[in-house]
């Protein structure tokens, strides 16, 4: 059994993880471009509104040409600038107030927006779950170029749990407890973040992203 204050706890730790982001203003734009990705992911399982992963796509498009972004010049990065660019001439369009675009036009572009990271990203994804497989893959390659936290990584593959996915890596079980243990003892937070990161490590050795035609 967790310990009382569940909830004071998790607010605590998700504003002292959100006060840490916002100080890497070199890296904004790599944040952003993780939270757009997962964003497609969770879109796979109607998540949120399409709107969401729109926003997204509209922060990134907001750091995108700014030269002071640090790069990490990885494949990663330019697969993930890549759905970024492919996305453009259909999100681009709904990216304006809601009031100005008419519903249809969102859930016409929601198929692409599912589909288009993935095969951008993964190269490919012929398991059960290739929203999971995105959103796994993403939040633990952003972390390993820097641009993620490890509890903010734990977290985004955790929420998906509740759509029970196909957990191949078996990744939901050891991230759940560390996510857990992340926010129930505080003193032991950096040892607890360097498991996440291991447990992610692990993962981005064993998948066999990215494909490569």
């Known amino acids: 059994m967790r310990p009382p204050g569940v909830l004071e706890r998790v607010r605590a730790v998700a504003a002292a993880e959100r006060a840490i982001i916002r100080s890497w203003a070199d890296r904004q734009l790599g944040l952003a471009m993780c939270s757009f990705i997962s964003g497609c992911g969770r879109q796979g399982y109607s998540d949120h509104s399409v709107l969401t992963p729109i926003r997204m796509w509209r922060r990134v498009d907001s750091f995108v040409d700014d030269g002071g972004q640090r790069r990490t010049g990885s494949d990663f990065e330019r697969r993930c600038l890549d759905a970024f660019e492919q996305l453009r001439p ?42 999971f497989d995105l959103i796994c893959w993403n939040e633990a390659s952003a972390l390993a170029e820097g641009n993620n936290t490890p509890y903010f990584a734990a977290c985004a593959i955790v929420a998906v749990e509740i759509y029970r ?12 407890e560390l996510r857990m243990r992340y926010e129930d003892e505080p003193d032991s937070r950096d040892a ?14 064993r998948a066999p992203w990215p494909i490569r035609a």
Request: proline share 15%; aromatic share 4%.
């Open 90 to 131: 259909i999100v681009e369009p709904l990216a304006i107030p809601p009031d100005d675009v008419q519903l249809d036009a969102w859930d016409a572009a929601e198929p692409m927006i599912v589909d288009v990271p993935v095969r951008s990203v993964l190269g490919a994804s012929d398991g059960p779950d290739p929203s």
């Open 165 to 176: 996915p196909s957990d191949p890596f078996g990744l939901l079980a050891p991230l759940g």
């Open 192 to 205: 607890t973040g360097a498991e996440i990161a291991a447990v992610l490590d692990d993962f981005r050795a």
